[in-house]
């Protein structure tokens, strides 16, 4: 009898302790991307209008569940929030920022001064001839003065210059470029600090793998900083494909901009599969080719062996941010699900792209989890 009583003990400790290892092993499956990587890096994604007036609800769910940090994909492009010179737009905005603080997430204002989705009348006059240097910075100031005032001590950081860099290191030649020069970045940088002095300024660019970007960007925040003007951190836009950038080569970008005293982020991840009509494109938004069915290979979903390629280069990346964390400050996908994506329609519009972590019925792909594995590793 003591003998049995023994035994059915043994056994029940045994089935207990296989229990906790089990659900501690299930708990760890479970855990959120957030979850996993708190104490790491922040991870963000892009939202538009329909997440955040609440209309997406399966991605609000997916957004709260998943992220802890947001940036406005188009709302707080000039275009939208400044349409007239004499006139404002917050409507959207403003949603951006409230559903941010409601849901307690890291807020990135994207972007102060771009050449691309830029207000027709920002640099021309009545006549459509450049203003003058004068009436320009004064423009300037007065954009990211109202803009960065209005969300003072919401917005934690603000990609002050977005693209202002070619691939060969020179000046992107923008109509900034064009009537003030380099010093207009400068420029840019100090209006945001004098408007919200306690907000973090970072400068964004994308193909940063690049060494002609990698060097320019790197004496751009030195120049910065050697003039006592505030920049945070770079932010490299990770619009990726399966066969570019090398992931050595970004690697050797993240350090050469840690090493030049700045945070990096990670601030538009997508991963494309799909093929492209030029290699040499980057994230150049004006580029456009017109549709063809041959260069729209998936349309009704990936196959097995493409997913499985697409899954490792991801975690390839993922891996190379963790083995990082020191000086990575956030790492943002650009689009929670892959119907969100600008890749569906860039560089040739209706094509089905697959290029973010959660799939067109808002699931999470099997990356989620490897994301949370690889985190608890390190
Ligand atoms: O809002 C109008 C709508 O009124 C109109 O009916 C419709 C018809 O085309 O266009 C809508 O505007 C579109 C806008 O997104 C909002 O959906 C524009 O055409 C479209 O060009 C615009 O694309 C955005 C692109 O920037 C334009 O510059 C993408 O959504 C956005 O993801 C993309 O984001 C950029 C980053 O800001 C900077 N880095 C590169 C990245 C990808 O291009």
Not at 105 to 132: A, R, Y
Not at 201 to 220: E, F, I, T
Request: hydrophobic share 35%; net charge neutral.
């Amino acid at each position: 009898m003591k003998i049995a009583t023994k035994t059915t003990l043994t056994t029940l400790l045994a089935a207990m302790t296989l229990m906790t290892g089990a659900s501690a092993a299930f708990a760890q499956e479970k855990k959120t991307l957030k979850e996993a990587l708190n104490g790491k890096f922040l991870i963000g994604t892009a939202v538009y209008g329909r997440q955040t007036s609440g209309k997406d609800k399966a991605a609000v769910r997916l957004l709260r569940e998943q992220f802890n940090a947001i940036v406005a994909e188009n709302c707080m492009k000039s275009q939208v929030i400044h349409p007239e010179e004499n006139r404002y737009d917050f409507t959207e905005a403003d949603e951006f920022v409230e559903f941010g603080e409601k849901n307690n997430m890291t807020v990135t204002g994207h972007t102060l001064i771009w050449h691309s989705q830029l207000s027709p009348w920002f640099c021309v006059d009545d006549e459509g001839k450049n203003v003058s240097p004068e009436v320009l910075k004064k423009r300037m100031k007065d954009h990211i003065t109202t803009v960065v005032k209005r969300y003072k001590g919401r917005i934690k950081g603000w990609d002050v210059v977005n693209e202002a860099i070619e691939d060969n290191g020179d000046y992107r030649k923008s109509k900034f470029y064009e009537i003030l020069g380099e010093e207009y970045i400068p420029l840019a940088f100090q209006y945001a600090h004098e408007a919200d002095p306690d907000a973090e300024l970072y400068y964004n660019d994308y193909s940063m793998a690049n060494p002609g970007r990698r060097a320019a960007v790197v004496k751009l925040v030195k120049d910065l900083k050697k003039r006592g003007i505030r920049i945070d951190a770079v932010g490299m836009q990770g619009h990726i494909g399966m066969d570019y950038p090398r992931v050595s080569e970004f690697e050797k970008s993240m350090l050469a901009f840690a090493q030049a005293g700045v945070k990096v982020m990670i601030t538009e991840l997508d991963l494309t599969v799909l093929p492209s009509p030029n290699p040499h494109v980057g994230a150049e938004v004006s580029a456009s080719y017109e549709y063809k069915k041959e260069m729209n290979p998936y349309p009704d979903g990936l196959p097995e062996e493409v997913s499985k390629a697409w899954t490792k280069r991801m975690n390839d990346f993922f891996r190379l941010f963790l083995k990082h964390q020191d000086i990575i400050a956030r790492v943002t996908l650009w689009g929670v699900t892959d119907s969100d994506s600008w890749r569906n329609n860039w560089p040739m519009p209706g094509r089905t792209d697959y290029p973010l972590l959660f799939d067109r019925n808002y699931q999470p792909k099997p990356i989620v989890d490897l994301i949370v594995k690889e985190a608890g590793k390190k």
